[in-house]
């Protein structure tokens, strides 16, 4: 009926599919949060080094959905601006950007290889900032966009035996809050996801297995699947700092009352071998 008194032409027009460029979509909470994204009817960009394993992303979501996989390594200088470039090249409009990517190290700082530690700034820290600015500035031009940054629930302390990463986290929650202010006005919103302890290989790479963290009663890992999925419910409704499960909103909670020093022992305790 409604249908009827449409104009032909808007009737024939392609229909515009919303993007969301994905960043670490090969594995874990981005693969996880591709295939829901992709089920919401949005086309992906998904970005990661492993070029094989962003294939397999088609094999698993709704086969009308175009995919542009784009393998770089995003902790490298210039990864941010070949990106952006990428799909400015392919007219893409990228409607959704999450900054997923991002790994972790387990160790005395300054016993852990130097070299790591800043590839993990470059890439938690650097990158994700640049991404922000590149897709962030194109979007406010617009008046419209969204985008999720990737932080932890390390980014509400300090993180002894993994200080680096826990530092990043608590950059990409500060610097999220502050752009969330700044872009609101423009159209563009911005949200941060701060997962607690996961299933993944992040806990492998970041040699995590043996941690109290990842074995005490109390805490208990959550699956990516469900990590993605509140995270991507949470931010589509607007939701501006997405902590899943009540345990760890619990503990983020706490930390904002407790004395500082205790704080750090805690997670000490926690983050040590
Ligand atoms: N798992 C947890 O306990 C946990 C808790 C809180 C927050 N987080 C955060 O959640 C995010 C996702 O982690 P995850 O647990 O899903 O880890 P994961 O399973 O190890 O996945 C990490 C993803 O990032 C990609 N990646 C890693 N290094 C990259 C690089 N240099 N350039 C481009 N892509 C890169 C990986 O693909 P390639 O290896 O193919 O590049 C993979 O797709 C991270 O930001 C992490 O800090 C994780």
Redesign the pocket.
Known sequence: MFLCTLHPKILTKPMHKPVALI?????????EMAKIFAARGYDLVV????AK??KEIRTQIPAHTIVTDIP????LPN?AAKLFAATQKKKLKVDVLVN?????SNGRFVELDRKNEL?EID??VRTLTELCHFYGKEMAARGTGKILN?????AFQPGPYMAV?YAT?AYVLSFSEAIMEELKPKGVRVSVL??????????E?AGMQGIRLFKNKFMH?MS?VDVAKIGVKQFLRGKKIIIPGFMNKLVAFANRFSPRFLVRKIAASLNRI
């Open positions: 960043t670490g979509a090969s594995a874990g909470i981005g693969f970005v990661a080094r492993t394993k962003l770089l390594d995003l902790s990864a997923n990517a991002g790994f972790g590839q890439l938690n990737v932080a932890s629930t390390a990463y986290k701060c997962p607690g302890p996961t299933h993944t290989a992040f806990v790479r890992p990516a």
